[in-house]
């Protein structure tokens, strides 16, 4: 739950960057009752934000989708929960590619074994064409401690 409030307030931060110190600052809405945070933040949205966040945060534990969000007028906690959505979406994206990257080089890394035993051989041949049997007898020995061939 402590994650929870540090998310709210880092959330509710990022808005008070975007906007200016006077909208930040407005008076509750005597108007309609409800008690406000900062401008646009109603009570009930904190809370329908806390819930939902509640059921989020198990979500993501279990990597599950995220749970719908609740039923809010666009504004401030609305915004939060489509940015949240919006990470995890691009998180599930960034891990997608990471696997494809990981098995990408694992491929790479295959190939590369024959392709190396391949130039030591022929480096070692060349060698010996020449008469180098000495040099050729070190790539050979290093071939062999890198378990090339």
Same mark, same amino acid.
């Given at each position: 739950?402590?994650?929870?409030?540090?998310?709210?307030?880092?959330?509710?931060?990022?808005?008070?960057?975007?906007?200016? $110190?006077?909208?930040?600052?407005?008076?509750?809405?005597?108007?309609?009752?409800?008690?406000?945070?900062?401008?646009?933040?109603?009570? @009930?949205?904190?809370?329908?934000?806390?819930?939902?966040?509640?059921?989020?945060?198990? #979500? !993501?534990?279990?990597?599950? $989708?995220? $749970?719908?969000? $609740?039923? !809010?007028?666009?504004?401030?906690?609305?915004?939060?929960?489509?940015?949240?959505?919006?990470?995890? @979406?691009?998180?599930?994206?960034?891990?997608?590619?990471?696997?494809?990257?990981?098995?990408?080089?694992? @491929?790479?890394?295959?190939?590369?074994?024959?392709? /190396?035993?391949?130039?030591?051989?022929?480096?070692?041949?060349?060698?010996?064409?020449?008469? @180098?049997?000495?040099?050729?007898?070190? /790539?050979?020995?290093?071939?062999? #401690?890198?378990? /090339?061939?």
């Amino acid at each position: 739950m402590d994650r929870l409030f540090h998310a709210v307030f880092y959330l509710h931060g990022v808005r008070s960057h975007l906007t200016s $110190p006077d909208e930040d600052m407005a008076e509750p809405n005597q108007e309609s009752g409800q008690g406000r945070l900062g401008s646009s933040i109603t009570l @009930e949205e904190l809370f329908a934000f806390i819930q939902w966040m509640a059921k989020a945060e198990a #979500a !993501l534990e279990k990597a599950d $989708p995220l $749970p719908d969000p $609740p039923p !809010l007028a666009p504004g401030t906690v609305a915004r939060w929960i489509a940015l949240i959505g919006k990470l995890k @979406e691009e998180s599930r994206q960034m891990e997608t590619r990471h696997l494809a990257l990981e098995a990408t080089l694992r @491929e790479h890394t295959r190939q590369m074994g024959p392709l /190396v035993s391949n130039l030591c051989e022929n480096l070692a041949t060349l060698y010996d064409s020449m008469g @180098e049997s000495e040099k050729a007898k070190v /790539v050979r020995m290093r071939a062999a #401690a890198l378990n /090339v061939f």
